[in-house]
Nanobody
Framework: QVQLVESGGGLVQPGGSLRLSCAAS????????MGWYRQAPGKQRELVAI???????NYADSQKGRFTISRDNANNTVYLQMNNLKPEDTAVYYC???????????WGQGTQVTVSS
C-alpha cells in the first residue's frame, strides 16, 4: 500500500501561481509514475501531468508551458508548479502513484485549487 499526502492548494487570483506537493510513503518501488489529475465540478477527472522515476514527463496540452512537474525521488515527492493560473484551472487536484511493474495505483485525498478574483 502507498499513502499519498497532498499540500499546497488554496485560493489565488488569475495570473497567480501555486505549488502543489505530494509525498508518498509505504511500499514504494521503482520504476514508478507519480503525477497530478484534477476534477472540476460536474466534469470528469483529467490528467494534468505525470512524471516517471526515470525522469520522463508528460503533460496535458492545456497545461504545457504553464505547469511544470518535478520529482524528488530521494523523498518520494512530486511537485506541480502552476503559473499564470486561470479560472478554468479551478478544481480539486489529486496526486496519483502507479507501480509500473503491476500497475497498482494509489490516489491522494485531493487538494482544492480555486482561481478567482
Amino acid at each position: 500500500q502507498v499513502q499519498l499526502v497532498e499540500s499546497g492548494g488554496g485560493l489565488v487570483q488569475p495570473g497567480g501561481s501555486l505549488r502543489l506537493s505530494c509525498a508518498a510513503s509505504g511500499s514504494i518501488f521503482r520504476p514508478n509514475v507519480m503525477g497530478w489529475y484534477r476534477q472540476a465540478p460536474g466534469k470528469q477527472r483529467e490528467l494534468v501531468a505525470i512524471a516517471s522515476s526515470d525522469g520522463s514527463t508528460n503533460y496535458a496540452d492545456s497545461q504545457k508551458g504553464r505547469f511544470t512537474i518535478s520529482r524528488d525521488n530521494a523523498n518520494n515527492t512530486v511537485y506541480l508548479q502552476m503559473n499564470n493560473l486561470k479560472p478554468e484551472d479551478t478544481a480539486v487536484y489529486y496526486c496519483k502513484y502507479i507501480q509500473t511493474r503491476n500497475f497498482a495505483e494509489s490516489w491522494g485525498q485531493g487538494t482544492q485549487v480555486t482561481v478567482s478574483s
